[in-house]
């Protein structure tokens, strides 16, 4: 699969990514795991991304994919959940650190994103003095935030992040035109986080999880009803998404591995037709002013 350059960080992504939050499934087996996280790699993706609140994934991770940690860029995020700190402190995030390596059983790790801390700590700027203090141990490579709206903003101004990681789909468009323009303009790589909105247009009811419960909220309100002949919704959305210019990588999230591969298959078609692409900026657009971005 081709590449693109992940801002001004030297690292290359492909344009879709393995987001592994499912991993932390108990439904799926160990086996089951180690098969899909090898054939995302043998798919050509390199970019896996995980958290330390995302359960057995990191630790699925390096189980299954120690032995060939040079062949993809592996993403992760901190800031809480270590037991002996403080979430949201120097230390902590030092812990973090060591803690993700010593899961995913590598001597480094390529993007480490503070996961969604309030302004007020970003503020402070501590945690951010860790992550950089990380890289400069080389225990890390691209030290990057993870979040939305005022914080992204500050994050971006600060100066101080090489990448970012955001929400972006259908449901979740706030960061368009604007932020994503300013992100592309300082050079920084670009993850879009829940690209498919959770695939909400496929539900039967309204999920009962915040952030998917809201994108049901928009994409009834949206009304774009029918897909467009030819094409279903998670097809048009992971284009939208994939494609929208500034994005490096979207990592969408499963454990199937038929759903990967059929992701796979419509990023490589390409960015979906313009006036397409204005119909679902509009649906969107005429509710921008309350829709902000979503964790
Ligand atoms: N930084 C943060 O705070 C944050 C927050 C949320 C997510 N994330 C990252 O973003 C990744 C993606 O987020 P997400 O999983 O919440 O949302 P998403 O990628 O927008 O949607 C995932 C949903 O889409 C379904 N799906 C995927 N491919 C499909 C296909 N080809 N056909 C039908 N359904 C398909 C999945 O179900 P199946 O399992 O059935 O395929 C799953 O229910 C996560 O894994 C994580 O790495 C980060």
Same mark, same amino acid.
Do not use: P, S, Y
């Given at each position: 699969m081709q590449t693109r350059a992940f801002g001004l960080t030297g690292l290359h992504v492909t344009p879709l990514g393995f987001?592994?939050?499912?991993?932390? %499934? %108990?439904? /799926?087996s160990e086996a089951e795991a180690g098969h899909l996280l090898n054939a995302v790699l043998d798919a050509g993706v390199n970019l896996i991304d995980t958290a330390r609140g995302y359960g057995h994934s990191e630790a699925r991770i390096g189980r299954h994919l120690a032995h060939r940690r040079q062949d993809f860029l592996l993403s992760t995020k901190v800031g809480y959940g270590i037991p002996g700190h403080a979430d949201w402190t120097y230390g902590c995030i030092l812990a973090g650190v060591d803690a993700a390596l010593t899961r995913m059983r590598c001597e480094h790790l390529d993007i480490v994103h503070l996961h969604s801390c309030p302004l007020a700590t970003l503020e402070r700027g501590e945690v951010t003095r860790a992550l950089e203090d990380c890289a400069a141990a080389g225990k890390l490579r691209v030290v990057a935030y993870s979040g939305e709206n005022a914080e992204l903003d500050f994050a971006m101004q600060s100066g101080r992040f090489d990448a970012v990681q955001t929400s972006l789909s259908l449901c979740d468009q706030g960061n368009l035109p604007e932020r994503l323009a300013a992100l592309r303009a300082r050079g920084l790589g670009v993850i879009a986080k829940r690209p498919l909105a959770g695939? /909400?247009?496929?539900?039967?009811q309204r999920p009962e999880a915040f952030a998917e419960g809201h994108y049901w909220d928009r994409w009834q309100a949206m009304d774009l009803g029918e897909a467009p002949e030819g094409l279903s919704w998670n097809e048009v959305g992971l284009r939208f998404t994939a494609h929208c210019p500034g994005v490096s990588s979207s990592i969408v999230g499963t454990n199937k591995l038929a759903h990967f591969l059929e992701n796979l298959a419509w990023v490589q078609k390409g960015p979906l037709p313009p006036d397409l692409v204005a119909t679902l900026l509009s649906a969107f657009q005429s509710h921008n002013q309350d829709w902000f971005g979503l964790i």
């Open positions: 987001g592994a939050m499912h991993l932390n %499934d %108990d439904r /799926v695939a /909400v247009w496929q539900q039967t």
